[in-house]
């Protein structure tokens, strides 16, 4: 058993890291083939290289640079603007506003619950205010009980506290460290200087200190640090209990806490996705489409978002989209630009398939298709193929509903051309069936209509999202019956109020720092609304809490409004079903 403690659960690779020697690695190590083609291994983790002085390079692969790379493709295109990361103008009012308002869903790090929650009480106006919000948002922060402090000193409900040391020592030395962030140590950074300056660690020690703080848990070297840290800040003057929770403080980098160069740069990205949500909110919603999966919402949530920013969103449609979402010039939208969504968004059509459909169309000049055999003659498409078009209404602009198409489609075989039709020209048996004329004309298959319900159900299994009326609203009456509220009267109501709300689950977490609450995203027609379950009810209404699409609970309105840009309002939940 002792052999096995600490020993790797399971091995993987690193996405980026590069591992880069004087010479040849494969004289140092053995290096092995990987599973994905033209890929290597090196047999050694990454405290073997550490161990041996070798440098390790770790490339960090984020979908919002490819989201954002396709968003400055599109304002090329469509808007004639040519920028980049390092060219977007800085400092807009506008974006900060934008995200004071928690308006943040789909921009980069800061549309997690926990981040929308803190930002109107931030409240950021200026870049380094987003660094901060990348940080403080973390695991290490929220451990280290770093978060309060640092928001009662921002709203100047309590001044920054730096305790001096004792002569002859600089009685500024901590203020130099923590004053950016008002007394409080939200960086690796400022945890080393803080051990150089004010306990007199050496940068080797300091630098050890960094390197233990992803280890506290497993390694069991807690006590070495705290005693030379707390005695050498005792020895150099500062209270006892002050270096005690200095410490603490130290301590919560343990559960992850950020570099300050690693959140500013996540704070760059925050801003040119905000940016251009704020400012083209067509072309951040084609761009984040695109580069799916990706975030913490669905494609649904983000049309809506998207169509609550006052775009027009077009279905998907056989003789109008490409693969990707495209945009098209529509004076009623935001930005002039309406959204097109993709072939890509159809469940179970391949991408060979949806690209013939595309090239199709443009070998005739984009001559659209006539009817679902001419699309099937056309592209050689076959009948899952097909099918998949016609549950997903991409027919509809032929005239042809959803019902209509999937009959006609459920005529091809695998092929268009091995149906008897296609095949006169080829001399079979086949050929020679198909060119007489039927006895009895085949009437016209009378399907019955769809119910708007039926169809919001369908749009919602063949491609995740409608652009019908939500699925709530469809219900809203019986509900109303049934005394439930919605989320404009969730946004409305008092603090202590009670309500019944229904809603889609979209979001469950349990962060492990929540001591076991689990926050809810639920949804209904005007919007979103926040949840917090605590272990009690997680316990009782289990099932309901975790199989569930659809929700109702019942709780109390707690709403926070002060010091807050826009008020923080949570259903404290009592029962779920």
């Known amino acids: 058993a002792e052999e096995l403690l600490d020993f790797p659960r399971h091995l993987a690779t690193h996405v980026g890291g590069f591992v880069i020697t004087r010479g040849p690695l494969t004289e140092l190590a053995v290096v092995t083939k990987a599973a994905m083609e033209g890929r290597t291994v090196l047999e050694w983790d990454k405290d073997d290289i550490e161990a041996l002085g070798i440098l390790k390079v770790d490339v960090l692969g984020l979908g919002m640079l490819s989201c954002l790379r396709r968003a400055f493709d599109l304002l090329r295109r469509h808007a004639r603007l040519d920028f980049g990361l390092a060219s977007l103008p800085r400092d807009c009012p506008a974006t900060y506003a934008m995200l004071r308002r928690a308006d943040s869903l789909g921009v980069f790090q800061v549309e997690s619950r926990a981040q929308m929650a803190m930002l109107p009480r931030l409240r950021p106006r200026s870049f380094y205010d987003l660094v901060i919000q990348v940080a403080i948002v973390r695991p290490g922060p929220i451990a280290g009980d770093m978060v309060h402090p640092y928001l009662r000193r921002r709203q100047g ?79 150099r003057g500062y209270a006892r209990d002050f270096a005690e929770r200095v410490f603490a403080q130290i301590e919560g980098f343990g559960s992850y806490g950020f570099p300050e160069s690693h959140a500013a740069s996540f704070a760059h990205l925050v801003y040119a996705s905000a940016w251009v949500k704020c400012h083209y909110p067509a072309v951040f919603a084609c761009a984040l489409l695109n580069s799916q999966p990706m975030g913490f919402y669905a494609p649904a949530q983000i049309v809506r978002d998207a169509r609550n920013h006052g775009v027009v969103v077009r279905p998907v449609d056989v003789n109008a989209s490409e693969w990707d979402c495209t945009l098209e010039p529509e004076p009623a939208s935001a930005g002039g630009l309406a959204l097109r969504l993709g072939l890509r968004l159809v469940a179970g059509l391949p991408e060979a398939e949806a690209q013939a459909i595309v090239a199709a169309r443009q070998a005739r000049n984009g001559a659209p298709f006539s009817s679902v055999e001419d699309l099937a003659w056309r592209t050689g498409c076959g009948r899952k193929a ?141 919007g979103i609304g926040n949840l917090v379950v605590y272990p009690d009810v997680v316990a009782r209404d289990r099932a309901a809490l975790v199989s569930s699409r659809l929700l109702l609970a019942e709780g109390r309105v707690e709403r926070q409004a002060e010091r807050a840009e826009v008020p923080i309002i949570h259903l404290i939940v009592r029962r779920l079903t």
Not at 164 to 177: G, I, N, W
Not at 193 to 198: E, G, K, N, Y
Not at 442 to 462: F, H, N, R
Not at 485 to 494: C, W
């Open 386 to 526: 097909l099918e998949a078009l016609a549950a997903a209404d991409a027919f509809a602009g032929l005239g042809a509903d959803r019902r209509r198409a999937g009959w006609e489609a459920r005529g091809v075989a695998d092929g268009p051309r091995d149906l008897p039709l296609f095949a006169i020209a080829s001399g079979t048996a086949e050929a020679a069936m198909a060119d007489q004329s039927p006895l009895l004309p085949e009437p016209t298959a009378a399907l019955p209509a769809q119910s708007e319900g039926e169809a919001v159900v369908d749009d919602y299994m063949a491609t995740g999202l409608t652009l019908r009326r939500h699925p709530l609203a469809l219900l809203r009456s019986r509900l109303d019956q049934l005394g439930c509220a919605d989320t404009r009267r969730l946004n409305a109501a008092r603090p202590g109020s009670w309500l019944r709300l229904p809603g889609l689950v979209l979001i469950r977490q349990r962060p492990d720092t929540a001591k076991g609450i689990v926050f809810l995203t639920v949804e209904d027609e005007h």
């Open 157 to 235: 409900l309590e001044d920054p506290e730096y305790p001096s040391p004792a002569p002859p020592h600089d009685p500024h030395e901590l203020r130099l460290v923590l004053g950016k962030t008002l007394g409080v140590p939200l960086f690796q950074e400022q945890a080393m200087r803080l051990a150089i300056v004010a306990a007199g660690f050496t940068p080797e020690e300091a630098d050890q200190l960094r390197r233990s703080m992803a280890t506290f848990r497993h390694a069991g070297n807690v006590s070495r640090y705290r005693d030379k840290l707390v005695e050498g800040m005792v020895r």
